[in-house]
Nanobody, 124 residues
Framework: QVQLVESGGGLVQAGGSLRLSCAAS????????MGWFHQAPGKEREFVAA???????YYADSVKGRFTISRDNAKNTVYLQMNSLKPEDTAVYYC??????????????????WGQGTQVTVSS
């Protein structure tokens, strides 16, 4: 059973930065694709960023140039550095792991395990 625990969310002013962390149980970081998604109230869960086992990275157009996904295999942790935050980035951010090698890192259905989420609120 894989467990993912997100942390690092909070309240920040527009233009500010936050770094989210996703700590995984078991040695899965580096072996499988890991992704970040967000979900705003009344909206569907949307792709934000992903990193594959071969260190390929993917980003939603809305965050390219502002967000960076990275991982520390030794700490079994994935990070999402978020810079130049905008009010429209406000959402609950979820970490996800694809341990079935589904090969669809930008698709919400391409992941097997999810964390509980961490709230990010960006004030204008």
């Amino acid at each position: 059973q894989v467990q993912l625990v997100e942390s690092g969310g909070g309240l920040v002013q527009a233009g500010g930065s936050l770094r989210l962390s996703c700590a995984a149980s078991g040695r899965i970081v580096g072996r499988y694709a890991m992704g970040w998604f967000h979900q705003a109230p009344g909206k569907e869960r949307e792709f934000v960023a992903a990193i594959t086992s071969t260190t390929d990275t993917y980003y939603a157009d809305s965050v390219k140039g502002r967000f960076t996904i990275s991982r520390d295999n030794a700490k079994n942790t994935v990070y999402l550095q978020m810079n130049s935050l905008k009010p429209e980035d406000t959402a609950v951010y979820y970490c996800a792991a694809d341990i079935s090698y589904r090969g669809s890192p930008v698709w919400v259905g391409g992941y097997d395990y999810w964390g509980q989420g961490t709230q990010v609120t960006v004030s204008s």
